[in-house]
């Protein structure tokens, strides 16, 4: 590290916290490069023969300047997570400077942490609904408390007023959600058998340096929320809080026979048949307290579908969704208030002619199916009362009946018969099936982070892959009335653009209250997909390949792209710059993990953080067949036999950070 600067230094430091290191509001809140016209100045780094920004410079661009991948010229780069990459700072005066990047984790999870009480607490803990911990019991003489390999959904933030022992200098929060569990001890399959822990960190961050230092970890009760189901990306709401996920909600209509849902309900309460599976599939919502506890409730009025992670707009009332299954559809929901998603208009959207991967292509336009109004209340209410016979009937072969309609759920071809007076049940607890009776374009693959572009008002949309449903003419008929069909088939995914308006006006002609509306999609970005190469990758690896996580910086002009690759032998995280098209290699995680937990934050007092996280190292496949033997025993090795992962954030090197002499 270096040392500790004083208080003129500290100012000209300010925008070399957790990466990307940016000057934010410089000119307005007088934090310029040189200070005051002082003699304290950043030194450029070695070999960097720009000079330092003057002392009335201010902020004008930064450029990310990528990573190679690592290769097995240096196996312990692929078996932990990498970065190689650095930040360039432009400023008004012409001068710019270069920092290197560096990945800090606040734990391992597995690891015993701070839990703010004087003792410790297990990072990514399961606990059931009375908030005891669930113990993994499958190998006799090593009974422990099961944690997660999984960490994904995080957000950063802070709360006026907050106060927590132990902090010495900002007090700043996070709140962290842990997915799944990969396997038990034994190696049986664990996945979805577990109730989805989510934690507060209570992080101290050092006013001079930005460094963020876990003080406090705090487990939620879920139990208000009917605990969660397989918690995946997430997003900080505008009024600051972070807004969860559930994605692959259980059918409802085959849960007698869903031994996953059985062995998660038994986990949860004790009992395979008290979880309610109308119960899943929604949107949790968890405030922090200035304690660094936090409380959660679920909103059921946002569709029951996969939710990934969703984009509020900055309205305050305008939810885009992603959807993360085969079958999917892009989804948008208008809250009646702003700042609250407890009550609003639920809608799916229909793509019109033209669409289309191709960033090249003009794309299509789309227009939006109105599916219901409802409270959360009475959702959830009506979630607790209703068998699913009662909202519809549904047949897995055809009936021979023309009052019964053919839709596909998950690839699969479903007849269903909506039953008289259920539409609102069938809107919000029978998503999926009820969107694509209503003619929504339920064709999409695998839609999972959404962001937002506010400057250039458009959204973006992340496919992890383009395959089944949204290929035209497919043999099982999945794409019938999607109006997405492409030619082939693209198994590296791509990145959508929706082009954002208001005045609209939903397909029964009443208007849509929001200035948000996404009205045209295009394509941004393609993987590619190759043959194969040394390592066995099956996508560039010197492009985006499965995009998953996505969230946009207004300051950065960047959208960061994380990857849920089954094509890339190590997952990478990406920058973007929407004005120079520059796509830059930030990050790569261990082989065998997904990067995980992806956010942009502009400013948390004066800083500016990527958080990352990953999941699952060597969870190794057919893909990894070439770097397993050497690759395995260094993953085991760092992290708990494949047991662990890690939750952290980009950061300057201290190495590239050089104070001059006062």
């Keep these: 590290m270096f040392d500790k600067p004083d208080a003129s230094r500290r100012k000209a430091l300010k925008f070399l916290a957790g990466a990307p290191m940016l000057p934010l509001g410089l000119a307005s809140a007088g934090l310029l490069v040189g200070c005051g016209g002082g003699d304290d100045a950043i030194a450029a780094p070695a070999g960097n023969p720009t000079p330092n920004p003057g002392p009335s410079a201010t902020f004008t661009t930064a450029e990310f300047t990528g990573m190679s ?3 097995l010229a240096s196996p312990a780069a692929m078996a932990t997570t990498t970065v190689g990459s650095g930040l360039k700072v432009n400023f008004s005066d012409g001068s710019s400077q270069t920092f290197k990047l560096a990945y800090q984790p606040f734990f391992v999870t597995g690891d015993m942490v701070p839990d703010g009480k004087g003792g410790t607490i297990l990072a990514g803990g399961y606990y059931d609904i009375n908030n005891q911990p669930i113990v993994d019991t499958s190998v006799a003489g090593k009974e422990r408390q099961f944690y997660s390999d999984a960490p994904d959904g995080t957000s950063l933030l802070r709360i006026e007023g907050a106060k927590v022992s132990g902090v010495k200098g900002n007090t700043v929060f996070a709140v962290v959600q842990f997915e799944y569990n990969t396997r038990d001890q034994s190696g049986a399959d664990t996945y979805g058998r577990l109730p989805s822990p989510i934690a507060v960190l209570t992080l101290d961050q050092d006013p001079a340096t930005g460094k963020l230092t876990l003080v406090k970890y705090h487990n939620v009760d879920t139990s208000p929320a009917h605990g969660l189901w397989i918690t995946c990306g997430a997003s900080l709401s505008p009024w600051n809080t972070h807004l969860s996920s559930e994605e692959y909600e259980p059918d409802a209509f085959t849960i007698a026979g869903n031994s996953q849902f059985k062995a998660y309900s038994k986990n949860l309460y004790g009992s395979e048949t008290a979880a309610n599976p109308y119960l899943y599939g929604h949107l949790p919502e968890v405030t922090v307290n200035a304690d660094g506890t936090g409380s959660i409730r679920k909103h059921y009025c946002l569709g029951r579908i996969s939710h990934e992670l969703v984009q509020v707009m900055p309205d305050n009332r305008t939810v885009l969704m992603g959807d993360d299954a085969t079958n999917s559809g892009l989804f948008m929901f208008v809250a009646d208030k702003e700042k609250d998603l407890s009550a609003g208009t639920l809608y799916v959207a229909k793509v019109g ?16 199916v109105k599916l219901g109004h409802a409270t959360s209340a009475e959702i959830e209410a009506l979630a607790k009362s209703t068998a699913p016979a009662d909202i519809m009937d549904v047949a897995t072969t055809d009936p021979a009946d023309v009052s019964y309609t053919k839709i596909f759920l998950g690839g699969k071809a479903n007849w269903v018969r909506l039953k008289p007076g259920m539409e609102k049940a069938a809107a919000f607890l ?21 962001t937002v572009n506010i400057k250039d008002k458009v959204a973006y949309s992340a496919l992890q892959n383009v395959v089944d449903s949204m290929v035209l003419n497919n043999s099982k008929g999945w794409n019938a009335q999607s109006g997405i069909s492409v030619d082939k088939a693209l198994n590296a995914g791509a990145v959508m653009q929706h082009k954002l308006d208001g005045g609209q006006k939903d397909l029964d002609g009443d208007a849509i209250n929001s200035e948000w509306v996404p009205v045209h999609t295009k394509g941004l970005l393609n993987g590619h997909d190759i043959l194969g190469d040394v390592l066995g990758n099956t996508a560039d690896p010197e492009w985006i390949a499965n995009p998953d996580n996505l969230k946009f910086s207004e300051k950065l002009r960047t959208l960061f792209i994380g990857e849920d690759s089954g094509q890339h032998v190590n997952n990478f995280l990406w920058a973007y710059n929407v004005d120079t098209r520059q796509l830059s290699r930030l990050l790569s995680t261990p082989a065998g993990a997904e990067a995980t937990g992806l956010h942009a934050v502009d400013e948390i007092n004066g800083w500016t953080y990527i958080m990352s996280n990953f999941q699952h190292a060597g969870d190794w496949g057919s893909l990894h067949a070439k770097v397993q033997a050497t690759l395995d025993p260094l993953v085991r090795a760092n992290y708990k036999d494949r047991a662990g992962a890690a939750v952290g954030y980009l950061t300057a090197d201290p190495s590239s950070i050089k104070l001059a002499k006062a």
């Design 69 to 71: 991948a690592p290769t």
């Design 353 to 368: 002619a033209g669409f289309s991967i191709d960033p090249s292509a003009a794309g299509a336009d789309l227009t939006w």
């Design 430 to 450: 029978e998503t999926h099936r009820y969107a694509y009776l209503k003619g929504g374009s339920m064709g999409f693959t695998k839609m999972e982070g959404t």
